[in-house]
């Protein structure tokens, strides 16, 4: 056999075998040469996907979704992302691991319960506080397992690993109020690597017990590329995240977009106001009950200083915690810029070197800017 005929039959089993956020690839469907990229590079387009509420975006193996709580139809809290996150899981094969800080949607509750009548098997770890809800209770009594963090700090994760293969993260709890109040974002990032990593970091608690300050930095390397994206994935408060944001905003060299629901970390600040004093455009839009609720926010620091920094203008909360970095890099996750992300809170955080991937993140900061106030 010829290397172009091994080549091709070993990209015909990947395809074949590979599994997508929002749909898969099955032995029965026909994939002819001719549908092979001539390069990853031209295999990469980005997509709209329709959703009835919120924003949808496909940028070959990633998926990104943005919660639309100025819909008037958002009202009727049905057509959101939870129908998003319920169809990903009625798709699972095989396992899925879930790393929630909190839980109210009745269509995932349901979804899951479905998988674990299917034979998926189903772990979970979770805020304490939040197990007695009603929804953890119904999973508990359905036989699917949680384990809560028990710890004064907070498991504030929001990610779920699918079949090894894939892994939803990003600020969206998977309430009610996040999916259709809340702003939020949700990525699909479709990735065996990024799975692993997810699911190291689910294991070190679920099967270990380790959470927060308890919890032992691994020695896997968060840096990889994906389909020629390049990633990064952190943990805290293992990973001296805080650290690693302050090394990308100090790099930027032309604008700093940010969305900030809470703010209080010092050094990010700093890091942000020398930005500003070298001549790069910040502008960042804080959440405002946290702005009047938060010692040592940084709010009034930065609007001191000059920098175009609001607040958010709707009755929900600006849940977002997202920089972007010269219209390029996305730095997004459920880690809050604050001291206790850093040091007690059970966090993660995924930077995306992405035009395209920022580009609509930089879509929702100006969705969001646009409804802001000023103090």
């Known amino acids: 056999m010829s290397f172009k005929k091994i080549l091709l039959s070993i990209s015909l089993g990947l395809i074949l075998g590979s599994v ?3 749909g898969k690839l099955f032995a029965s469907e026909t994939v002819t040469p001719d549908m092979l990229p001539d390069s990853a ?3 990469v387009v980005l997509e709209n996907i329709p959703i009835p509420i919120g924003h949808g975006y496909r940028y070959g193996p990633i998926e990104v979704y943005f919660t639309d709580p100025a819909d008037p139809n958002a009202e009727q809290k049905n057509g959101g992302l939870d129908e998003i996150l319920s169809n990903a899981i009625d798709e699972t094969r095989l396992s899925i691991d879930i790393a929630i800080y909190n839980i109210s949607l009745r269509a995932v509750r349901n979804a899951l319960i479905r998988a674990q009548h299917r034979g998926v098997v189903i772990r979970m770890v979770m805020e304490s506080d939040n197990i007695e809800n009603s929804v953890p209770q119904d999973l508990l009594e359905a036989g699917i397992p949680i384990l809560g963090d028990r710890r004064e700090g907070l498991m504030h994760n929001k990610f779920m690993v699918i079949d090894g293969a894939e892994v939803w993260v990003g600020s969206m709890n998977y309430t009610v109020y996040g999916t259709y109040i809340d702003n939020n974002n949700l990525l699909c990032i479709r990735s065996t690597r990024m799975a692993d ?7 070190e608690m679920y ?4 959470f927060g300050p308890d919890s032992i930095s691994g020695s896997l390397n968060h840096r990889f590329s994906l389909e020629g994206i390049p990633l990064e994935v952190y943990f805290s408060p293992d990973d ?3 650290e690693r944001i302050v090394g990308i ?3 930027a060299e032309e604008r700093i977009d940010f969305l900030a629901f809470s703010f209080t970390s010092d050094d990010i600040a700093a890091a942000l106001l020398e930005r500003y004093e070298a001549g790069v455009d910040v502008t960042g839009v804080f959440d405002d009950s946290q702005v009047g609720s938060n010692a040592g926010t940084e709010f009034d620091k930065l609007a001191q200083a000059g920098l175009d920094v609001r607040m958010d203008g709707i009755s929900g909360q600006m849940h977002h915690k997202t920089m972007i970095i010269d219209g390029e890099t996305v730095i997004t996750g459920s880690y809050n810029f604050s001291a206790s992300a850093e040091e007690r809170n059970d966090e993660n955080l995924v930077v995306i070197y992405s035009k395209e991937i920022a580009g609509k993140y930089l879509e929702e900061f100006n969705r969001i800017f646009q409804q802001s106030q000023t103090p």
Do not use: H, K, N, P
């Open 20 to 22: 997508s956020c929002q």
């Open 41 to 43: 590079a031209e295999a």
């Open 197 to 203: 990593l997810y699911t190291a970091e689910f294991e």
């Open 207 to 210: 099967l270990y017990d380790q």
């Open 240 to 242: 001296q995240v805080a």
């Open 249 to 251: 905003v100090s790099g």
